[in-house]
Nanobody, 125 residues
Framework: VQLQAFGGGLVQFGGSLRLSCAASGRALSNYVIAWFRQAPGKEREFVAA????????YYAACVKARFSISRDNAKNTVYLQINSLKPEDTALYYCAAAPHLIYSSFGVPSSYDFWGHGTEVTVSS
């Protein structure tokens, strides 16, 4: 699976962004697609995940109120809508994919087989 993330940028505090992760190369019916982020000097952090088969979504507790993950079957694309952006959301955002992933592994970066290049989100205060 090839993943391409895009949609990042410089946004003011309180603004919104929609990140996209375009997938190609394989049918995704058994896959989980996730978003992670990594801020400078910090470890990679789970943000959200979606099961392609049924659209079930899962979030890190710290972002659940402001982030929304969704998918477009026709475009093989996963979106991450980020609202009420804060400076602490500044990070490189990555999408990742893995087949047959169990729920307890959703937040573990090493569980994912495929990664896209990150897209940078910078929030100015």
């Amino acid at each position: 699976v090839q993943l391409q993330a895009f949609g990042g940028g410089l946004v003011q505090f309180g603004g919104s962004l929609r990140l996209s992760c375009a997938a190609s190369g394989r049918a995704l019916s058994n896959y989980v697609i996730a978003w992670f982020r990594q801020a400078p000097g910090k470890e990679r952090e789970f943000v959200a995940a979606i099961r392609w088969s049924n659209g079930g979504s899962y979030y890190a507790a710290c972002v659940k109120a402001r982030f929304s993950i969704s998918r477009d079957n026709a475009k093989n694309t996963v979106y991450l809508q980020i609202n009420s952006l804060k400076p602490e959301d500044t990070a490189l955002y990555y999408c990742a994919a893995a087949p047959h992933l169990i729920y307890s592994s959703f937040g573990v970066p090493s569980s994912y087989d495929f990664w896209g290049h990150g897209t940078e989100v910078t929030v100015s205060s």
